[in-house]
């Protein structure tokens, strides 16, 4: 770093200058503070004199590996595949202050002749996260990845089942994978979501809540409450006719719904096996769980044409202050275009059959609208609610 720290004012502290510095036991980026710019800077690079080590390594281990500790298991492991197998042996000695573009271009195209696209794709999104932070910290000017050009990857192609094939698929697909199919071909939940739901995250009112996930690492798997992105906590409001199906689903577990034969819940590598299992005895095109998961949100973008910001909602794409504390409109709107895309599957009727506005036959008034009282059919006697 040339010169000193910058020192920038505190916000709603009139007077009150801070720099960022080092502490000088944990070697963890800290603020120190001054009545003035000089003295909040003097502070910080008297902190930063402490040390002589300047390497990629020690950035990456003091600095950037604590402000990613919040991130998932699977991206952290990420991260250590990347920096750890290609970053670090090559540049990890090295002053970051001192890496440029060019040598970095060298290095890519150097991994690429042995990685996939996507890989080498995967390993710059890391090494550039690093540059980033030391941009932020005002250790460096520029990202010297930003420049870096990589081979265009292929987009790979991914399935859509129709309404048609979706419903052959419900039926036909074992016990141990239809609650799956259809917390991910009717409900849009990734494959570590639905596997992690309990009975609990459905309430009496049919909202399903995705609040963990089931990942599968080496050498069997954990439940973690950290998903994906934090637009990934959701609540998913079932109709009647729906929760009834994923609840009367044969299993062994009071608490998964995606249970086992041992009353646990099925591990992620077992959905995949049994779902491949399930298309074939459909007679239908072999999707992967994540497949199942676009299959819903293109039909129902695409198909029965709801909105963008309730197909966001509700496939975990929306900002989290858009959907936080959904309004009363808000929900029944969800729960209204739900009930429509349910209606499409459980009957297999054909888009022009639902565009004429023809309730088909079988369909059920969403669990919203159940109440307890005379004349009304409570669906939760006998489950143990």
Known sequence: MKGPPKAYPV???????????VDPTTRARKNYFGNSAEEASRKAEASLGVTEDNSLFAFYRTVYLPT??????????????????????????????ELKRAELQVFFNRIARDLAPRSVRNIKIVFGGVF??????????ANPTSFVRLAKPDRPHKQVLTFEQLHRLVEKAHPLAKPFVILAGCAGLRLGE????????????????VCQQVQQVRGGCLI????????SYRQIPLPTALMSELLNCRRVSDIWICSDTKGGYVTPKNITR???AACEAAGIPCVSPHELRHTFISLLENEIEAPRPVVMALAG????????????TFSQQLLRWMGR????????CSPECWATGAKPIGSVEPAIQLVRGKGHVNLFEGMGW
Do not use: C
């Open 11 to 21: 916000k709603n502290r009139p007077g009150l200058w801070a720099a960022k510095g």
């Open 68 to 97: 990613v500790q919040h991130r998932s298991l699977n991206w952290i492991n990420q991260i250590g595949w990347v920096m750890d197998r290609y970053v670090l042996p090559e540049f990890g000695h090295r002053d970051f202050g």
């Open 132 to 141: 980033r932070l030391a941009m932020a910290d005002e250790l460096i000017a």
């Open 194 to 209: 639905a596997v992690g739901v309990t009975r609990g995250a459905i309430s009496k009112d049919g909202i399903l809540t």
């Open 224 to 231: 973690s409450p950290t998903l994906k992105t934090e637009n």
């Open 274 to 276: 049994e779902l491949r």
């Open 317 to 328: 794409h929306a900002r989290s202050n858009v959907t936080d504390g959904y309004s009363h």
């Open 341 to 348: 895309y349910w209606d499409q599957v459980s009957t297999a």
